[in-house]
């Protein structure tokens, strides 16, 4: 069990390819943190630098508070899940998991007992006795897991564990690793480019873009309180609308202005913190679950009433999606499935204003 | 150890720690090390074996007999005046081309065949059809040189049988060339066979169907799917198979050893009559040579082929 | 089959008889698949099987031939009985395993070494020496030969089986170590890395994980190095004339073809004699034997 510390990181592959653009991370003792964004971000080579695949090129890592720059994988004392699991083909389910602790010369009876131990967690205790070929892929991402238990690392890595599997399964394990996590409660970090994923099982959420960090927090500040554009964008499914605005004074109170001469008026208290962008061009922020059909008795602070014309309708059965273009920009929002949403026929919708955000369009940043 | 200095260095030039001595890129350097020491063996074998004697054979073939004196390029001007040794470029060249597209054809119709067997049957045939490649060449040529021994060959009783006339196997210059390059398909059909067998299982049956729904002939079918998709392995065994063939020694040195009257020598059987048996070593390492631009000129669109394929897959 | 497909405007009561036609065309085409397969056979085996029959002959009834040569009327074993008590051919026996057996270990040492070397390790230069593996295997014996033939003579090794030892190599490396490159690139590279977060150093990654992972390649590459030890001839026709130290190719060739009185009964029993390990060889293990073939070309 270990707190890990990055601190300044770069890697610099050959060919001056700048992968991660120096990264500070501190990562407490039994943490669950997940390092999350697009494909190429180098979350990848984050973690392989982590686990000493990579070499560092520059910057320092500490696990447990010893810098570890300089020790190889295997002195590391951290256990790796790999996306494509990387069972030894030629070894039983017993055997894969016991490789690691009979390099390390520990006694036959203790390798048995860890092994079993983990099978147990795990409840793959049947198939010890298997090749890994003569798995499912669920049970092939239990084995690799198995294998990171019986070692008892200070820390478990795991890269894109569950990419592989298909939908279902992926929820499954989403759980069962979780619930090892709470059971074993060692310090993981953990690679996704899913923020499904990254939002279910995290304490703590690192989003990443071009190798650097875009905010560190737990799962509902990202969602509720994003720090960027990119942060703002990339947490929540489907993504926020993001919609060139001016940002007008009317009176006393702040407007905001869409394309098509829609006004949504800025709440109150948020007047102080925008007013130095009044008159000015923002971007409008707001979550399609915050633009909704209006309901009854909907004692929302801060509604703002529009109708917009559909022109594309999503059933998914507990909601409707419906889709439409202002000058260009896509809109979406989500319904209730009773609400009679047809492409073409104007359909008013309610904005919660109070869950709005607004991004200077200069630095991508939220305002 | 020098070489992998350099790695070192080139490392930290692109930007690595300016950290000195530190226990990962020992790690790093040890392991590369360890990589060299690996590859040494394998380093001796080529060096020592391979590049040393290929330049060897270029030295000596500047040598006059006795290996006394250089005598520049004499060898190889006195060869090309030499009437034998231009038949032997000749016959060379006649031999290989003429063996290599025969196996070819042959090796592909033989492949097509057994690609449109049910599977079941498959293995015995490729089986049995594999055969003659496993036998040993100098082994199997011995028997086809008793098939057409004069007196008593096996095939000219087929032939009378059937009601041909004998026919003068070894004996005559056209036919003892024509029995070379019998031989030598025989040995090397199964290879292209076994080849463009596993090319035509590689290709998806989808495809096939997608070109009938399509509107392909079972021929354009070949033509516009099957062809183009073993465009690559077809040439790399081609090409493999014609500096083998090229260089072929076992099948002349058994069958006729040149005879009749030196008529049916080819590089190989050549350079070891001159340099081996003859004792003019320097002339021999010329013959060798000979062969050296046309294998380049392989070579050169083998690795073309490999590398554009690598990168296909890449 | 393409004029069911390309007219689908076909009335209904032609289309029963375009169904027998496809049905008659597959026909025809497995029959034209089976003469071709079986002709083919019986050139391919011919060869072979007529090497058989005269071995079983006596050498008075090769001499007087009545009626066809293609079968045998008194089959005797007395010709693989005598080379089987001639101690000259059991030499070449003795020879040809001694070399092949030495010449397979050396190679696979030599060749998975490098292989995980070039296909894992990476060094200053491996590129290029990989690309040299590959260029080198196109480089025929008989280009060789003659500097060898020197080579071999300065070392003292002419007529000697450690000559060949030596020199056959040469032979089998180059291609060995080229699919075993294939092989071991094959591997994910995940499996090292697990490998070496489970603890396991450069050796006990090779023996413990590719050695293993990679076991039919090993198959294919010692049996290809067998067979091509075996059947190798250049350089035992140019190094070795002493017949103790022949082995099987030339001993058959040189040794068993004896002035003007033909054996040539016993000459093709010894040819089947020492043609019989590759093909034992070849009948068991045909699976490996054809991937370490295609596996050249299609690894590249
Ligand atoms: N071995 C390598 N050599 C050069 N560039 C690399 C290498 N591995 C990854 N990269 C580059 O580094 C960036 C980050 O990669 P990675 O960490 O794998 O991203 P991801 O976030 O998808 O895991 C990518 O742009 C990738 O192309
Ligand atoms: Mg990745």
Redesign the pocket.
Known sequence: MAQVTLNRIVKE???G?Q?VKGIDLDIADHEFVVLV?P????????LRMIAGLEEISRGEIRIAGNVVNDIPPRDRDIAMVFQNYALYPHMSVYDNMAFGLMLRKFPKEEIRRRVENAARILDIGMLLDRKPKALSGGQRQRVAMGRAIVRDPKVFLFDEPLSNLDAKLRVQMRTEIKKVHQTVNTTTIY?T?DQVEAMTLADRVVV?NH?VIEQVGPPQELYHRPLTKFVAGFIGSPAMNFIPARLANGGAALNVVLPGGITLPVPEERSRRYAAYAGKEVLFGLRPEHLTEIRPNDHRPNLAHLQLTPEVVEPMGMETLVYTWLEGTEVSARIDPAVAAAPGQALPLAADMGQMHLIDPQTDRVI | MALDATTVTAGAASGAPARPGLTLQRFARRRSTIAFIMALPLIAVIGGLVAWPAGYAIYLSTLNRRMTASIGLENFAILLESETFRMVIWQSCIFAFSAVVLKALLGFWLAHMLHHIPTKGQRIWRGMLLLPWVVPPALSTLGWWWMFDPSYSSLNWILNAIGAPSVPWLGEPWWARTSVIIVNVWAGTPFFMIMYLAALKSVPDQLYEAAAIDGATGWQGLRYVTLPMMRNIISITVLFSLIVTFANYDIVRVLTNGGPRDLTHVFASYAFQVGVLSGNIPRGAAVSLFMFPILAVVAFFVLRGVNQRNREMA | MSATAATPSAAIPGLGRKIGSLRKERRWALITAYVSLIVAAIVMLAPPVYMLVTSLKTSAEISNPVGTPWIVRNPTLENYGALIGDPMFRGFFFNSIKVTVLVVCVTMVISVLAAFSLARMKFFGSQVLATGVFLTYLVPDTLLFIPLYQIVGNLGLLNSTWGLVLVYPTLTVPFCTWIMIGYFASIPKELDEAALIDGANWMQMLTKIFIPVALPGIIAATIFAFTVSWAAFVYPTAFITRPDEMPLTIGVVSQLIRGDTFAWGQLMAGALLAALPPVIVYAFLMDYYIAGLTAGATKG
């Open positions: 592959y050959e060919g390819v992968a964004g494909s190429g971000c180098g979350k990848s080579t984050t690679v480019h990443m190798g």
